[in-house]
C-alpha cells in the first residue's frame, strides 16, 4: 500500500514530441504528489507537485494530470527539448508531519534532437 | 547559500570498515533525510529527523545509524560495510510544514569491494 508504480522505465521521444509518465499507488491517504527531475551526477529537483483535489496543474511546459478515483498521476512534456533528457521520479507524500515521500522507480528520458 | 553540502563525493570501501556519509544545509531546515538510489528502484528512504534530537527509520535502516546533533548537520553511519550497501547516497532537506519541496545534495557514489 505504501508503493508508488511509474513506467515506463525509460522513453525515447523526437525533439518536439510529448512523453508522457505515469504513476499509480495505492493509499488514499498520500496528500501530496511531486515530480521530480533528475540530471546524470545531481541530486533531483522539485519540478512541479500537485494536490489531490486538483485534476492539472501547468507549470510551463510541464504538467500534471491527476486522476483521483483511479488513484493515477501523469507527468507530460510539451514540446520537448534535448535539454530535458534526464531521470524523472514521481513521488507521493506519506505523511504531512514527517514530510516523508515515497517514490517510484524512475524514468529515463531521452530527447533526440 | 550553499543549499544541501554531501561529502565525501565518491569513497571505496573494504568489507567490513565503517565510516560517515556527512551533510550539511544552511537554509535552517527542520526536517533531514537520508536516501539510497539503486538502479531502476527509485529513491529508498534509510533515515529521517524532524529536528535536532529526533531520528527515526525510514524504508530500509538495516546496516545503518544517524544522529542529529544540530539543525545543520545530519550524518549517516556505515558501522560494517556490506557488498549490498553499495549505492549512491542523497541526503535532503525541507522546512517542513505545507507542501515544502526536498532539497537535495549531489550524492555520495559509495562502492564496496
Same mark, same amino acid.
Given at each position: ?13 523526437? =525533439?518536439? +514530441?510529448?512523453?508522457? /509518465? ?7 491517504? %498520500? ?6 527531475? *533528475?540530471?546524470?551526477?545531481k541530486g533531483p ?12 496543474? =501547468?507549470? +510551463?511546459?510541464?504538467? /500534471? ?7 493515477? %498521476? ?6 520537448? *527539448? ?32 | ?89 542523497f ?13 537535495f545534495g549531489d ?7
Amino acid at each position: 500500500q505504501q508503493q508508488v508504480k511509474q513506467s515506463p522505465q525509460s522513453l525515447i521521444v523526437q =525533439k518536439g +514530441g510529448i512523453p508522457i /509518465i505515469n504513476c499509480a499507488y495505492e493509499n488514499t491517504a %498520500f496528500d501530496y504528489f511531486p515530480w521530480y527531475q *533528475q540530471f546524470p551526477g545531481k541530486g533531483p529537483a522539485l519540478l512541479i507537485a500537485i494536490r489531490p483535489d486538483v485534476s492539472e496543474k =501547468k507549470e +510551463g511546459r510541464f504538467t /500534471i494530470s491527476f486522476n483521483k478515483s483511479a488513484k493515477q %498521476f501523469s507527468l507530460h512534456i510539451m514540446d520537448s *527539448q534535448p535539454g530535458d533528457s534526464a531521470t524523472y521520479f514521481c513521488a507521493a507524500r506519506s505523511s504531512s508531519n514527517t514530510g516523508k515521500l515515497i517514490f517510484g522507480q524512475g524514468t529515463t528520458l531521452q530527447v533526440k534532437p | 547559500n550553499a543549499g544541501v553540502t554531501q561529502t565525501p563525493k565518491f569513497r571505496i570501501l573494504k568489507i567490513g570498515q565503517s565510516m560517515t556519509l556527512q551533510c550539511a544545509q544552511d537554509m535552517n531546515h527542520n526536517y533531514m533525510y537520508w536516501y539510497r538510489q539503486d538502479p531502476g528502484m527509485g529513491l529508498k528512504l534509510i533515515y529521517y529527523s524532524v529536528g535536532a534530537g529526533i531520528t527515526d527509520k525510514g524504508e530500509v535502516p538495516n546496516g545503518y545509524n544517524v544522529s542529529r546533533s544540530t539543525t545543520e548537520d545530519f550524518p549517516l553511519r556505515l558501522e560494517l560495510a556490506a557488498p549490498s550497501q553499495t549505492s549512491v547516497y542523497f541526503c535532503a532537506s525541507t522546512r517542513g510544514g505545507g507542501n515544502q519541496p526536498q532539497h537535495f545534495g549531489d550524492g555520495t557514489r559509495l562502492s564496496i569491494l
